[in-house]
């Protein structure tokens, strides 16, 4: 693929899926961007969309500072991989910080 994938892409990607497992109706749900992706194919397709959930999103697209964020770590892991990523979450995730600890 040439270029960006973007959410249209993904929306797409999922809708193939859903073709190809023979699913005619089903209940979206979508976490952070995949947000974006789950109302993306509420748009393209509502009438295979059972139900909705969105989960720690939005409808709107994000503010040009919270964009620019979004691009710094994408080049962050490019540079030194999605553990990047996975340090950063992490510890955000449960309640007792020693829980995801990477090295016990």
Do not use: F, N
């Not at 797409?12 to 699913?23: F, Q, Y």
């Not at 919270?66 to 030194?80: F, N």
């Amino acid at each position: 693929m040439d270029g960006a994938y973007t959410i249209a892409d993904m929306a797409d990607d999922v809708i193939a899926l859903l073709d190809a497992l023979k699913i005619e109706k089903a209940a979206i749900v979508g976490h952070s961007m995949g947000g974006y992706v789950a109302l993306e194919i509420a748009r393209k397709v509502p009438g295979r969309v059972s139900g909705l959930g969105l989960v720690s999103t939005q409808a709107l697209p994000d503010a040009p500072d919270r964009k620019a964020g979004r691009y710094a770590t994408a080049e962050q892991v490019g540079a030194q991989g999605s553990v990047v990523v996975a340090d950063s979450m992490a510890p955000k995730l449960p309640a007792d910080p020693a829980v995801c600890s990477r090295y016990p």
